[in-house]
């Protein structure tokens, strides 16, 4: 299967460069999976698209202002986007040139914490290189360099980082958004509260918490997964063979509440509709060939592409995606790929928007 089957062709002018003014007023392509037939709704319509039992599975990761702008101490502007806490989610395998530094010394010593991260420019930030941010109210070093290219690097600071990076910090938009986000919270779902994320489960953007009381008031199920969107969001496919590409790790959790809710609507014969790819790549990720999931923490690499045969969810709310994506691909898995196309096609035609400030797919 070659990565250029996931290809289209999408007019500039149709990548939403800022939200919409109210979320709830987003276009919804909604998809019936089985026949492909379409039909053009708003995401406000949603709850009445919706049955008495289906369980509605939400991602409640949180957007950290990971993007730091700052400089080296030798001079030169420097980019850092965090991805995530090494400290916290474990450790990495790091390509280490031990003869510049004393790598765990400086890392254990003192204060401070210890960070995947991209950077540009890659090249001015060999291990040793040690950075700025604001007016030197945080420091940084560079430990080492991963396998995949990435930095560890151990910031120093005074107090909480949270706070530092709400002050230092921006959201790491998209490379695709050309434009600054004039409120940040447009960028967290309104249900995120664990943080943790580099970019948002922006399928979950367009609901407002009127929209979720009228779910639940409609006798609909929600639950939630904790997935900490990583790199795997930022990385293109570059081989050829989309069998070849590799994703990298990002950490999850599926709560005892949440596995009791999924599993109770498979045994009713529910529908499960996962919100998002994230969503439903927690589910996929620790459900039984029966679609009977487990609680779970820890760490998903799946990767799911036309061919994989789901085991869980029953249903996809999701946006329009980055063709040749990882996030096309997994979309096509669950409904076709020439279904998918069909459908990216009447969207363009009828001016939908696109990636992640767009609009929305439901399909079922």
């Keep these: 299967m070659n990565k250029t089957d996931f290809f289209y062709d999408l007019p500039t002018e149709l990548i939403a460069q800022r939200p919409i003014e109210r979320r709830e007023q987003s276009r919804l392509l909604c998809m019936d999976r089985a026949s492909g037939a379409m039909e053009h709704r708003r995401f406000f319509e949603l709850p009445g698209l919706l049955r008495a039992g289906d369980c509605l599975v939400l991602n409640d990761s949180r957007v950290l202002p990971a993007r730091l702008l700052g400089r080296r101490e030798t001079g030169g502007a420097v980019e850092v986007v965090l991805l995530r806490d090494v400290g916290v989610f474990g450790s990495v395998e790091c390509k280490v040139e031990s003869e510049k530094l004393d790598i765990e010394r400086e890392k254990f010593i003192g204060g401070g914490c210890v960070w995947e991260c991209l950077t540009r420019p890659g090249r001015k930030t060999r291990v040793g290189t040690r950075l700025v941010f604001g007016d030197n109210e945080m420091t940084a070093i560079v430990l080492g360099v991963t396998d995949g290219g990435n930095r560890l690097i151990k910031f120093n600071y005074d107090g909480v980082f949270l706070d530092v990076l709400e002050r230092l910090g921006k959201m790491p938009l998209p490379p695709y958004i050309h434009e600054e986000l004039d409120d940040s919270q447009r960028y967290q779902t309104v249900y995120s509260r664990v943080n943790g994320s580099a970019a948002a489960p922006t399928a979950g953007l367009h609901f407002t918490k009127e929209i979720l009381n009228e779910c639940c008031a409609r006798g609909v199920d929600l639950c939630y997964v904790t997935l900490h969107v990583g790199l795997s969001t930022f990385r293109p496919v570059k081989s050829e063979a989309v069998e070849e590409h590799k994703m990298h790790a990002e950490f999850f959790v599926v709560p005892d509440e949440t596995a009791v809710v999924v599993n109770r609507a498979k045994a009713e014969g529910k529908r499960v509709i996962a919100i998002g790819t994230t969503s439903c790549r927690a589910l996929e990720s620790c459900a039984d060939i029966e679609g009977r999931v487990c609680a779970f923490s820890g760490f998903t690499d799946i990767f799911i592409y036309p061919g994989y045969r789901f085991k869980c ?52």
Excluded: W
């Design 313 to 364: 969810i029953d249903g996809l709310i999701t946006n329009f995606h980055l063709p040749e994506s990882t996030l096309i691909m997994l979309v096509s898995a669950f409904t076709g790929r020439e279904n998918v196309l069909r459908a990216y096609e009447e969207a363009i035609r009828e001016r939908y928007r696109f990636f992640s400030f767009g609009d929305a797919m439901m399909i079922v």
